[in-house]
């Protein structure tokens, strides 16, 4: 990663900070657009009007952001691309050895552990548009659009499927977020503020 490493002098530079380019715009914006869209379409699931038009337009709104990211991690830049942050299970075991450690990990993207949130919510949001297009409650108001393909057996068992994954979406947001607190509040790491300005400032000394 290009940046100005401090060789001035042979003594350590205690704490100097460089800033280095990490999310992209379409990532950030994918990102926050996201986080309204879920709320959006999951309050809407559970408490919403009986009729689901919004429940539906925010989901269309999931699925197009799902779609977007799922491209734009093959197509984008390295930080963005799947390749560059999903591990075998290793890495993952060798992050979490070092998770509670009371230190920033300065990762330059997604870490190993992360990765496995971000490709686990990814995965089951594409589940659920489906599971939501395929649809059939059978009271003639919240059918998906493309119930009429599959048999209704498959409509209804979809549906529970919705339900289902709908209560893991909303667990696995919580852990997420409780994980950015955790970084925040004990390892010192502040990952919000790259999310929103695209840099984020690590120790001058690392790569
Ligand atoms: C307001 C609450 C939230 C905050 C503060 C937050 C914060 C963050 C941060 C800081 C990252 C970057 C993590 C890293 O450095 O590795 C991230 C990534 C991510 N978050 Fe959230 N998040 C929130 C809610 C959500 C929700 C509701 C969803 C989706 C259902 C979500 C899905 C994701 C995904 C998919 C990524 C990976 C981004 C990418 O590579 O495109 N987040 N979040
Ligand atoms: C095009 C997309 C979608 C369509 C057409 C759709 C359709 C539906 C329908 C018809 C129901 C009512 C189920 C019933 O009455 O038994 C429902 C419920 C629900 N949906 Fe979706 N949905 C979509 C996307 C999503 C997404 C992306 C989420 C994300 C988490 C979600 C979360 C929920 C939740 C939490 C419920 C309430 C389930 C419950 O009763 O506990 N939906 N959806």
């Known amino acids: 990663m290009a940046g100005e490493q401090n060789t001035a002098t042979g003594a350590k530079a205690p704490v100097a900070a460089r800033s280095v380019a990490l999310w992209d715009p379409v990532v950030r914006l994918f990102h926050w657009a996201l986080v309204l869209a879920f709320f959006a379409v999951w309050f809407l699931g559970k408490f919403g009007p009986d009729q689901m038009t919004l429940h539906f337009y925010a989901g269309y709104a999931v699925g197009g952001l799902v779609l977007l990211r799922l491209i734009w ?36 993207g997604h870490n190993a552990v992360g990765a496995l949130f971000v490709v686990g919510i990814l995965a089951v949001l594409v589940v659920q548009v489906t599971t ?76």
Do not use: C
Request: avoid cysteine; aromatic fraction near 8%.
């Open 73 to 108: 991690g093959i197509i984008g830049p390295a930080p963005a691309r799947f390749t560059s942050f999903v591990r075998g299970p290793k890495a993952v075991m060798a992050y979490a050895r070092h998770l509670p450690a009371r230190r920033p990990s300065n990762t330059l």
């Open 132 to 207: 939501g297009l395929i649809g059939d409650p059978e009271d003639y108001v919240n059918t998906g659009p493309l119930a009429d393909y599959v048999a209704i057996e498959t409509s209804r068992t979809a549906l529970s499927l919705h339900e289902l994954l709908g209560n893991l979406a909303m667990i696995m947001v919580i852990v997420h977020i409780a994980a950015i607190g955790f970084y925040r509040r004990w390892k010192g790491e502040d990952l919000v503020t790259p999310m929103i300005t695209g840099k984020k400032q690590i120790p001058a000394e690392t790569d």
